[in-house]
């Protein structure tokens, strides 16, 4: 996708060095960092330099990568996928992206373990664009059919950034609206602040103003109200971690969206890559929920009158603050799950019908 005209994927590996885009400097500027050592890919990781479900599992194949060039031992090896699993829990892809890594590159000859592993860790990247492309063309379709019903711009809701800076390119929600958009129909997208941290607002808007998709920002609470006035066509959000069963788990505030869209008989979707669906925990309430740094919520980050970028604290300073990063939207809330392999409902079966 594009950055003032330019094209771009979300990370690449250029003479032995894993550049990134900073999503930390996002949208008031863009800067291309460099990670060295497996440390500094579970640092971008941590601090969210890089984030988004897919692309911090993109991180951490890249991540071992950079662990055999800095030693080429399987103890150092091992302990670094444990490192790199343990940055952030939530995102399954992750671990999924760990796992392969290491049941690939376990035993294997020193001397042709290097490039094996960039072999696989690129090929992480090209399986992920190349899913993201399908999601889109799967999504496309459900776009499509609103467009002919109603003949009239589709008003689109999302949450967060699910975007092509949350995977390598494309993304997951927001791939079938830029599908749209090259195909010519008509869009415009709500997008949620997404406190805190304003991935929406920072990230989705920015995104879609380099597209040309249009789209206007709105507070996480606003929703509710635009669904009820019949602005709202249908919602697409992203996911960190669906169980088989259906159940979404996804930035916080997902499963307020999903009440209200449920409440006003507007669709839901999530569109994910199977990479994000977790086979294994079957109650979401052992999902383990990520509790960041209060001072995500207590501070924000924006430009100043001179154009210098300030952090302001906007919280008394005795108060208390409380910051889940993510909730939990049960499957009965949810229209269909859009995927690579096709769209399907949100169940146990609808995901096993799909992926035998």
Request: hydrophobic content about 35%.
């Amino acid at each position: 996708m594009k950055i003032e005209g330019k094209e771009y994927r979300t990370i690449w590996l250029e003479n032995n060095i894993v550049k990134i885009i900073d999503q930390t400097k996002l949208p008031h500027t863009f800067i291309i960092k460099d990670l060295k050592t497996v440390k500094d890919a579970i640092n971008a990781i941590k601090t969210m330099e890089v984030r988004g479900a897919p692309l911090i599992g993109a991180t951490a194949a890249y991540g071992l990568v950079l662990a055999i060039i800095e030693n080429n031992d399987q103890s150092f090896l091992k302990k670094s996928a444990e490192d790199l699993i343990s940055s952030r829990p939530t995102a399954i892809n992750l671990k999924w992206a760990v796992d392969r890594m290491i049941k690939k590159l376990s035993g294997v000859n020193s001397d042709k373990i290097l490039e094996i592993a960039f072999n696989e860790a690129k090929e992480i990247c090209e399986e992920d664009i190349k899913f993201c492309e399908n999601i889109g063309l799967n999504g496309l379709k459900i776009i499509e059919e609103i467009y002919h019903k109603k003949k009239d711009t589709v008003n689109i809701l999302t949450h967060c950034n699910a975007g092509w800076l949350a995977t390598i390119n494309w993304g997951t929600a927001t791939s079938p609206i830029y599908h749209a958009h090259k195909k010519g129909i008509p869009v415009h997208v709500w997008a949620d602040e997404t406190r805190p941290r304003n991935q929406g607002a920072n990230l989705t808007s920015y995104e879609f103003n380099e597209e040309g998709v249009k789209n206007t920002i709105i507070a996480d609470n606003t929703g509710g109200i635009l669904m009820q006035r019949g602005e709202v066509d249908m919602c697409i959000v992203g996911t960190d971690r669906t169980l088989s069963n259906g159940d979404v788990c996804n930035k916080v505030g997902t499963y307020l969206k999903a009440l209200a869209a449920y409440d006003n008989d507007i669709p839901f979707y999530v569109a994910l890559p199977s990479s994000t669906i977790d086979w294994n925990i079957k109650d979401h309430k052992d999902i383990p929920i990520e509790e960041r740094n209060s001072d995500e919520l207590s501070h924000v980050e924006g430009l100043d009158e001179k154009g210098d970028i300030k952090k302001i604290q906007i919280y008394p300073k005795k108060s208390k603050a409380m910051n889940l990063a993510f909730d939990v939207t049960p499957a009965k809330y949810v229209t269909g799950l859009i995927t690579e392999k096709g769209v399907c409902e949100a169940s146990e079966k609808g995901l096993k019908d799909l992926f035998k």
